[in-house]
């Protein structure tokens, strides 16, 4: 069965500090993964996917296929990015996967 | 125009009535989908629809009628609701798969209270 886990709801951080939030996939195919974000009084919107390997203010996200990983970053974490976070699976079938998503606060 | 609306922004109803919720996008998306979202709780898949046609229902209560009339709206019908289907309703559009995998782009949702 597809899932993803996203073991920690809240992540807090001090303002500069490197950030990591966990994703962790269970699919047998090749997966599509994404990073999506929820900010304050906003509504969801793509952070960036694995696909096009792009670095979207600041954060990457590298897809490991032997640990079925698929960890954002960010070397320097700023207070714009507290935020709800969701690591997002799909095959290609209109069913998109989320992970329980973490919430990220950046502390001053 | 690459947003996806949804109306109303709020909605209260009673387990009596009969309401709609509506949602409009003008990307092209062949692709729409509802979603359903309780507090501190990720977005669950409720329905797809591709080129007009239902593709998904998942396992969705019948007192959840989906509809979408053209290639830019997709509506949701509501009656006889009971007050666990409180919860902020999102609308998202996107490409269709085939040959590949595109982002979902979510509308604002519609908070719904069911009294």
């Known amino acids: 069965a597809q899932r993803v886990t996203q073991p920690e709801k809240l992540l807090s951080v001090f303002k500069g500090a490197p950030v990591e939030l966990k994703c962790n996939y269970s699919?047998?195919?090749?997966?599509?993964l994404f990073w999506y974000v929820q900010y304050s009084r906003q509504r969801l919107q793509l952070l960036l996917r694995h696909i096009s390997r792009e670095s979207i203010k600041g954060f990457t996200a590298d897809l490991n296929k032997g640990e079925t990983s698929f960890h954002l970053k960010k070397p320097f974490a700023q207070e714009e990015d507290s935020a709800m976070y969701y690591c997002?699976?799909?095959?290609?079938?209109?069913?998109?996967?989320f992970g329980t998503g973490t919430r990220l606060k950046v502390l001053a | 125009d690459t947003e996806v609306t949804q109306t109303p922004k709020h909605l209260v109803m009673g387990m009596t009535n009969k309401k709609s919720l509506k949602c409009e996008q003008h990307m092209g998306h062949r692709a729409m989908y509802w979603y359903k979202q309780k507090a501190k709780k990720p977005p669950e898949l409720m329905f797809v629809y591709s080129y007009e046609k239902l593709s998904i229902n998942e396992s969705v209560p019948s007192r959840f009628s989906p509809e979408c009339p053209n290639s830019s709206l997709l509506n949701l019908h509501l009656h006889a609701l009971q007050p666990e289907d409180s919860a902020l309703y999102l609308c998202a559009s996107s490409q269709t798969a085939g040959t590949g995998v595109y982002e979902q782009y979510f509308g604002p949702g519609t908070r719904l209270t069911v009294t």
């Open positions: 699919y047998s195919g090749s997966p599509e």
């Open positions: 997002v699976l799909t095959s290609g079938t209109y069913k998109y996967i």
